[in-house]
């Protein structure tokens, strides 16, 4: 059983829904990303998306472009990222798992890829541009050092894509709450309830649900439905908020705890 399977496997015993935040990682720097990731972990995550600076992330609305473009200024790579959760891991086991375009990934090769996720405590890989029917190789090599493959699904995928992903995907699923770029929204979308449905209609696996939760109440509808909610734009807006303040990453830790539905 990987951590991630333990992880939700937990929730469901502790009858408890899961908080995923996300951060990029770089931004502003690579000693504040370990300590986020240590405090985001104290926090009460259930799992970390820690995010991999692109220099064309088309997926993610300005918020988060603008976390990239000042990680990679300061050249921030792949490297980097195993480097501060090789630091992080002497505090937290929680789980990680890597958030990324595949060019990234491409160039760093995807065998050392697998090698140096398990050597650092990577718990799973998620390539926003990789399409499930281009996936098979990159599956393999995951699945052989029991790295789980996360895959998006949106409002849009076809029923015949939702199912080639379930049979593809391990660890969880990771619903987009509507079509569009990442980034906080003031209201969420029914489309994300009836997604989540046609997920359960395809696999057992644990959904969880993103792009625009930023605020408890939002997460505590996802809860209502789904078994987790991902939090990104809204943290890394906190992180650029606060950057330069001495504070920064316990502001933002209070942040990630004011996120959770009491």
């Known amino acids: 059983m990987s951590r991630i399977d333990e992880a939700f496997k937990n929730l469901r015993v502790e009858g408890r829904r899961g908080f995923i935040p ?12 370990r300590d986020l990731t240590v ?37 921030v790579g792949l490297g980097d ?39 650092a ?12 029917e281009e996936s098979a190789d990159f599956n393999a090599v995951l699945a052989r050092r029991n790295l789980d493959q996360i895959f998006l699904v949106a409002p849009t995928t076809s029923d015949v894509r939702l199912r080639m992903i379930a049979e593809r995907a391990s660890g969880f699923v990771y619903a987009v709450s509507r079509a569009g770029v990442t ?26 649900v993103g792009f625009g939760i930023s605020t408890a109440a ?12 991902v939090v990104g734009s809204a943290l890394v807006s906190e992180i650029e908020k606060h950057s330069g303040r001495h504070d920064l990453v316990a502001r933002v830790g ?6 959770l539905p009491h």
């Open 183 to 208: 980034g906080a929204r003031d209201e969420m979308s029914l489309e994300a309830v009836h997604l989540v449905e046609r997920v359960r209609g395809v696999t057992d696996l644990p959904v969880a």
């Open 254 to 259: 209070d942040f990630a705890r004011s996120l």
């Open 39 to 75: 405090e985001l972990a104290r926090a009460g995550a259930t799992l970390i998306e820690l995010g991999v600076p692109f220099s064309d992330p088309v997926a993610d609305g300005p918020v988060i472009q603008r976390a990239a473009e000042r990680a990679l200024r300061h050249g």
């Open 22 to 33: 996300y951060i990029t990682v770089g931004d502003p720097d690579l000693d504040t990303s």
């Open 81 to 119: 990222v195993f480097r501060i959760l090789t630091e992080a891991r002497r505090e937290t086991d929680v789980p990680v798992i890597l958030f990324s375009y595949f060019n990234p990934l491409l160039q760093f090769g995807v065998e050392r890829l697998a090698e140096e996720c398990v050597r």
């Open 218 to 229: 939002q997460v505590a509808d996802v809860w209502a439905y789904a078994d987790a909610a």
């Open 121 to 132: 405590g990577v718990d799973g890989v998620l390539a926003t541009d990789l399409v499930p």
